[in-house]
């Protein structure tokens, strides 16, 4: 039923456990089965330079997740984000077709993570912009900067 690489991945997975401070974080769960995927990367240069996961599913999802970890590891964010259920299980020589569904997670719980790590990225760079003035507020100079200006939304000149 299942292939030699299923059964390996399976029996000793890689990549388990959970990455601290990651740079993103994806969860999933099966609405088929109820398993869940957490997948934690840590990005640099626009690579995933290190990536973990955790499961609470069954033996398809173990081998699965720990195949797209292996799959990612030091690939481009666009390289990552072109890994899809298919890519998978043709990497682990084939999944039989009742448990594709759990492939998917693997998948899903990878690009969760890489665009929580945009999210993150573009939340970051939000702050370093004039625009944000939401705090320290009694520090801000007296006047306006010049670069203010373009950020002023109100139409107030
Ligand atoms: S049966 Fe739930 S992920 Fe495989």
Redo the contacts with the bound molecule.
């Keep these: 039923m299942y292939s030699d690489l299923v059964m390996d991945h399976f029996s000793a997975p890689r990549n388990v456990g959970e990455i601290e401070e990651p740079d993103g974080v994806g969860r999933i769960g099966?609405p088929?089965?109820?398993?869940v995927?957490r997948l934690t990367i840590k990005v640099g240069d626009g690579r995933i330079t290190d990536v973990k996961f955790k499961?609470f599913?069954?033996?398809?999802?173990v081998a699965?997740s720990s195949m797209a970890t292996e799959l990612v590891k030091g690939a481009t964010l666009d390289e990552a984000l072109a890994v899809t259920n298919q890519t998978v299980a043709d990497a682990l020589g084939g999944l039989p077709a009742q448990?594709m569904?759990?492939s998917n997670?693997a998948a899903d719980a990878l690009h969760l993570a890489i665009e929580d790590y945009l999210a993150r990225r573009d939340d970051a760079s939000g702050d370093e912009t004039a625009c944000d003035v939401g705090s320290g507020d009694d520090e801000l100079p007296v006047g306006r900067p010049a670069d203010e200006a373009a950020c002023d939304r109100t139409g107030e000149s």
Excluded: F, P, R, V
Aim: hydrophobic letters at 30%; a negative charge.
């Design positions: 099966s088929e089965c109820g398993d995927i499961a599913g069954c033996g398809a999802a699965t448990k569904h759990c997670l």
